[in-house]
T-cell receptor, first 113, second 111 residues
Framework: SAVISQKPSRDICQRGTSLTIQCQVDSQVTMMFWYRQQPGQSLTLIATANQGSEATYESGFVIDKFPISRPNLTFSTLTVSNMSPEDSSIYLC??????????FGPGTRLTVL | EDKVVQSPLSLVVHEGDTVTLNCSYEVTNFRSLLWYKQEKKAPTFLFMLTSSGIEKKSGRLSSILDKKELFSILNITATQTGDSAVYLCAVVPSNTGKLIFGQGTTLQVKP
């Protein structure tokens, strides 16, 4: 199994600012992902965080808006840049598969005013 | 394009009822299908299904996959108010590890 922590758990930010979310895993994992869940919506994959190389972004997401770092196999960060109210969401990191499971962090609830 | 569709989108039942949640999918190079329960922020893993016709069971919850018809169902028997949550179905294509989620089914269980 894997235990994942995220910081911050929630934040309220002003329009135009940036927020960096951290994801820490208690063991080395190959695959790490960042998801977004907008209010009332399901989860959407933002990108795959690759250790030692640039992240792989899904359609509709770009590096300038959501820069990702993955310096090692236990840690990753997601930055939400130049925020607008439409960025208000829950952001979740995920790792796996490990065994038969895919694990999620506790999530970061972001509100942009 | 890979797609996961859940139905119904919402459901209201009374304690003790049995519910069936549906998940259909279209995906290239299917690897597995997962069910999650989401009450607050983080989804909680319920089941991973990879083979057709083999039922996975955990207490009052059970799930089965039909790879020929490309769907899965999640059954909850003798529902309790604590079962109230959003139930998410997700598919993993090939060996990517990334999850493609359906819209979710919001279940409300009334006392």
């Amino acid at each position: 199994s894997a235990v994942i922590s995220q910081k911050p758990s929630r934040d309220i930010c002003q329009r135009g600012t940036s927020l960096t979310i951290q994801c820490q895993v208690d063991s080395q994992v190959t695959m790490m992902f960042w998801y977004r869940q907008q209010p009332g919506q399901s989860l959407t994959l933002i990108a795959t965080a690759n250790q030692g190389s640039e992240a792989t972004y899904e359609s509709g997401f770009v590096i300038d808006k959501f820069p990702i770092s993955r310096p090692n196999l236990t840690f990753s960060t997601l930055t939400v840049s130049n925020m607008s109210p439409e960025d208000s969401s829950i952001y979740l990191c995920s790792v796996g598969p490990i065994g038969n499971e895919q694990f999620f962090g506790p999530g970061t609830r972001l509100t942009v005013l | 394009e890979d797609k996961v569709v859940q139905s119904p989108l919402s459901l209201v039942v009374h304690e003790g009822d049995t519910v069936t949640l549906n998940c259909s999918y279209e995906v290239t190079n299917f690897r597995s299908l997962l069910w999650y329960k989401q009450e607050k922020k983080a989804p909680t893993f319920l089941f991973m299904l990879t083979s057709s016709g083999i039922e996975k069971k955990s207490g009052r919850l059970s799930s089965i996959l039909d790879k020929k018809e490309l769907f899965s169902i999640l059954n909850i028997t003798a529902t309790q108010t604590g079962d109230s949550a959003v139930y998410l179905c997700a598919v993993v294509p090939s060996n990517t590890g990334k999850l493609i989620f359906g819209q979710g089914t919001t279940l409300q269980v009334k006392p």
